[in-house]
């Protein structure tokens, strides 16, 4: 559990030190990029092998039915961290498309895993988007949505969040439970 949790404060560190440290991020110049994706790599590193490794901690049991709103959420949560919302006509306004659909993802594996651990890295994770979305919003507060894209483009976007759906949960199935019923 020690690596799990080691893994979501160094996710949270890379990702906040910007905003937090802005000085000494800035004085990193563009190796600071190297720096940051560097901890991020290693932090998701850590949390697969943490997560892992975990003990079963039993939390809750979450009912069968789930897996299928959990795999309905997965469709959104690719759509909404694809270019489609920017790129489409409905959701162009939307400024923080990619920290909703990376709040989705959390949310749905909420649903699905009952187990100490999940709650750990899942809540964090979804606490972390939030803080981000805060953290974005009153460092730059001023933002302007880009061009309406077309309905067109965003339809593309969505079938191809389903066939991703359906290529990650075969590879999900092959190094972890399958999140497909049967």
């Keep these: 559990m020690a690596l799990l949790i080691f893994g979501i404060v160094l996710w949270w560190a ?21 720096l940051v994706a560097l901890a991020l790599v290693a932090s998701v590193v850590l949390m697969i092998f943490g997560f892992r490794g975990a003990d079963y901690i039993h939390v809750w049991a979450p009912p069968a039915p789930m897996v299928h709103l959990n795999n309905t959420l997965m469709v959104l949560a690719l759509f909404f961290t694809s ?34 651990a999940s709650v750990l890295l899942f809540g964090s994770m979804l606490l ?37 759906v359906g290529v990650i949960g075969y590879i999900h199935g092959l190094v972890g439970p399958s999140p497909f019923p049967g």
């Design 128 to 164: 972390w988007a939030g803080v981000e979305v805060a953290m974005i919003n009153k460092a730059e507060p001023e933002w302007t949505p880009g061009p309406r894209g077309t309905v067109a483009k965003g339809l593309m976007f969505l079938v191809i969040s389903v066939l991703l």
């Design 83 to 116: 270019p489609g919302p920017r790129k489409g006509a409905l959701f162009y306004k939307m400024r923080h498309p990619q920290l909703f659909g990376f709040s989705i993802w959390a949310v749905a594996h909420l649903l699905v895993n009952g187990d100490l």
């Design 14 to 34: 890379a990702h906040l030190f910007k905003r937090l440290a802005p000085g000494p991020r800035a004085a990193l110049g563009a190796r600071g990029k190297g």
